[in-house]
């Protein structure tokens, strides 16, 4: 079965202490992407990958670091949270061929 | 960014209507996506369009992508209580690039029985 795995799907953390948030896939898909969904803001994209060790900064990167390694991992990392990084995350992923992105289930962080 | 124009922002229906969306964009899509997306869940692809003037369903829903190529439309027939949801359009930016995919703002749809 398909799947764009992210984990955790909850997390409460305090200001400061770095987290990382997994993403995986098992579509090889070539094409991954973070985005954090706000109240009356949308879907804003924060980093993508085009394939591996390619990735590049979306509209708000500021605050998050990403890194490909392999294919099928996407990891997004904050060094040094704040509470205006408290948000909804989805990790989604494409394929080459078609541009039809396909999104993980979320993880709601809250940094206090 | 989000640089498409999507509307109406939110709808009220009663179950058994009809429900119509659509999504405009500045600048010419190749592809057109729809998604739908339950409180707390990822979206969910609905349907995608890949040609101008391009009609398909999936169920009860029918999507089409316009003849300009700078909009789309979502129709949902007969609705029912599990069409509630927040339903985004989407589509590869200026670039035609997947890594800059643009979303809608969203449109909330509510069905009261």
């Known amino acids: 079965e398909a799947q764009v795995t992210q984990n955790p799907r909850y997390l409460i953390t305090v200001t400061g202490k770095k987290l990382t948030v997994t993403c995986s896939q098992n579509?090889?898909?070539?094409?991954m992407s973070w985005y954090r969904q706000d109240p009356g803001l949308g879907l804003r994209q924060i980093y993508y990958?085009?394939?591996?060790?390619?990735?590049d900064k979306g509209d708000v990167p500021e605050g998050y670091k990403v890194s490909r390694k392999e294919k099928r991992n996407f990891p997004l990392i904050l060094e040094s949270p704040s509470p205006n990084q408290t948000s909804l995350y989805f990790c989604?992923?494409?394929?080459?061929?078609?541009?039809?992105?396909?999104f993980g289930q979320g993880t709601r962080l809250t940094v206090v | 960014g989000q640089q498409l124009n999507q509307s109406p922002q939110s709808m009220f229906i009663q179950e058994g209507e009809d429900v119509s969306m659509n999504c405009t964009s500045s600048s010419i899509f190749n592809t057109w996506l729809w998604y739908k997306q339950d409180p707390g869940e990822g979206p969910v692809l609905l349907i995608a369009?890949?040609?101008?003037?391009e009609l398909t369903s999936n169920g009860r829903l029918t999507a089409q992508f316009g003849i300009t190529r700078k909009d789309s439309f979502l129709n949902i027939s007969a609705s029912i209580p599990s069409d509630v949801g927040i339903y985004f359009c989407?589509?590869?930016?200026?670039?035609?690039?997947?890594?800059?995919?643009?979303f809608g703002a969203g449109t909330q749809v509510v069905v009261t029985p």
């Open positions: 989604a992923t494409a394929g080459r061929v078609n541009t039809e992105a396909f």
């Open positions: 989407a589509g590869p930016g200026k670039a035609d690039s997947w890594g800059k995919l643009q």
């Open positions: 369009l890949y040609k101008a003037g």
């Open positions: 579509m090889n898909h070539e094409y």
């Open positions: 990958s085009m394939n591996v060790e390619v990735t």
